[in-house]
């Protein structure tokens, strides 16, 4: 990470979803949510679960710092650096959000509407998504790393700025599903949405080097 304050931040995040956890975690039922389906239906599990998910804000978080480290093109990360901090923290923001919805869930099942929090979520992640990805440099860790967009910089280029055209649409239509009242039909659009995101760049990818 470019910036000290925002590598900071990274792991000052991960501790506080620790910290809520623990600190909640001997007033938790025995039981707690951990799986919605699509048409909201949850199921449960043991609470020590709730610590997989916290702990991945953990986990995370060294891994955000550690693999631009051993990028074979880890001097990239030095021209979109500032990008790739706000994607960490908007992870960690994100995952910490995740924790706050199963917290809340076990105390008082029913208060939130958690397909509808999550939609909202991963649409302005994707939003995000799709207005850094022209930035986002040639390297082996984000991005369309196809062996394609890989074999040449102008690809690269080409292949992200189409992504993030795509990823940003994905985000509107994800957070226009938040309005659909069908659960089952608002996954759907959104996981559709999703694959058209990530298949349409992958394909033009391989079309543009096969062009040369």
């Not at 967009?149 to 957070?175: D, I, P």
Request: proline share 6%; aromatic share 14%; net charge positive.
């Amino acid at each position: 990470m470019k910036s000290r304050n925002l590598r900071i931040a990274n792991y000052v995040l991960a501790v506080c979803c620790v910290l809520l956890t623990a600190v909640l975690y001997p007033f938790l039922p025995g039981r707690v949510p951990i799986h919605w389906d699509i048409s909201g239906a949850v199921s449960y599990g043991p609470k020590a679960q709730i610590f997989l998910l916290c702990g991945m804000s953990a986990v995370f978080a060294g891994l955000f710092d550690l693999l631009p480290r051993i990028d074979p093109r880890r001097k990239h990360y030095e021209k979109f650096g500032k990008y790739y901090d706000w994607f960490c923290i908007l992870m960690q923001l994100f995952l910490l959000i995740m924790t706050g919805v199963v917290l809340v869930e076990s105390f008082r099942p029913g208060t939130l509407s958690v397909p509808v929090v999550v939609m909202l979520c991963v649409g302005l992640l994707f939003l995000f998504l799709g207005n850094i990805m022209p930035k986002v440099k040639s390297n082996f860790y984000i991005g369309f790393r196809t062996p394609w967009a890989l074999s040449s910089e102008e690809n690269w280029r080409r292949t992200h700025r189409l992504g993030g055209k795509c990823f940003f649409v994905s985000g509107v239509v994800t957070l226009l599903s938040c309005f659909i009242p069908d659960q089952t039909v608002a996954f759907w659009l959104v996981m559709i949405a999703l694959l058209v995101s990530a298949l349409i760049p992958t394909v033009m990818s391989y079309v543009w080097y096969r062009k040369g």
